[in-house]
Structures are given as C-alpha cells and as structure tokens.
C-alpha cells in the first residue's frame, strides 16, 4: 500500500482513499490504448476457422473505440497481420477490396 500513495505515509489517506487506491491497482480500469494494444496482438489461432478469427477480431475491435471509417480498415489489417496462413496472407494483401471479403 505504501507504493500506492508514495511519497505520503498511508495513514495520510482515508480507509475509503486506501480502498479505492487498492482495488484500482488490484482491478485495473481497461483503456483504449490497452484494448487497441490487445487487439493488435490478436493472432489466428491454430485450427481456427476464417469466420471464427474474423468473429474474434469484430468482437475485440468493437471495444476499441475505433471511428466508422478506421473500424473496417484496422480490422483488415488485423485480419491479414494475424493470419496462420502464409500463402493466402500474401493472395491477401494484394486483394484491392479486402473490406468487402471479411463482410
């Protein structure tokens, strides 16, 4: 507890000012930024089904805080970035209407 106050003593703060403090460090509030990271690290799983990678992928960017028109583009590039599948991830990023292809 002393590092959550730092550089006050604990007694300095109130029970209700400890548990805050404490169940804030214990139970972080999720951010943008760390949903957006989590997403960027969404890869394929092995044995994964495209629609169930895809599902996974719309379900995690839906938390991302993402405007309507970067939603479809950040989901594409995830899609391919985390593919199992090198060949069809190179036929992929040369598809000119790859938006259309995850719908």
């Keep these: 507890i002393s590092s959550l106050v730092n550089p006050n003593p604990p007694n300095s703060k109130s029970y209700g000012e400890l548990k805050t403090l404490l169940?804030?460090?214990l139970d972080p509030k999720s951010t943008k930024t760390l949903k957006r990271y989590h997403f960027g690290k969404k890869?394929?799983?092995p044995n994964q089904?495209?629609?169930?990678?895809v599902a996974e992928l719309r379900a995690a960017a839906n938390?991302?805080?993402?405007?309507?028109?970067?939603?479809?583009g950040r989901l594409c590039d995830q899609f391919v970035a985390g593919m199992n599948d090198e060949s069809?991830?190179?036929?992929l990023v040369?598809?000119?209407?790859l938006t259309r292809t995850l719908r």
Excluded at 49 to 53: H, L, T
Excluded at 63 to 72: K, R, V, Y
Excluded at 94 to 97: A, G, I, K, N
């Design 23 to 25: 169940c804030n460090h």
């Design 43 to 45: 890869i394929q799983k």
């Design 49 to 53: 089904s495209i629609a169930d990678y």
């Design 63 to 72: 938390d991302c805080g993402f405007t309507a028109e970067e939603f479809e």
């Design 88 to 91: 069809a991830m190179k036929d």
């Design 94 to 97: 040369e598809e000119p209407e």
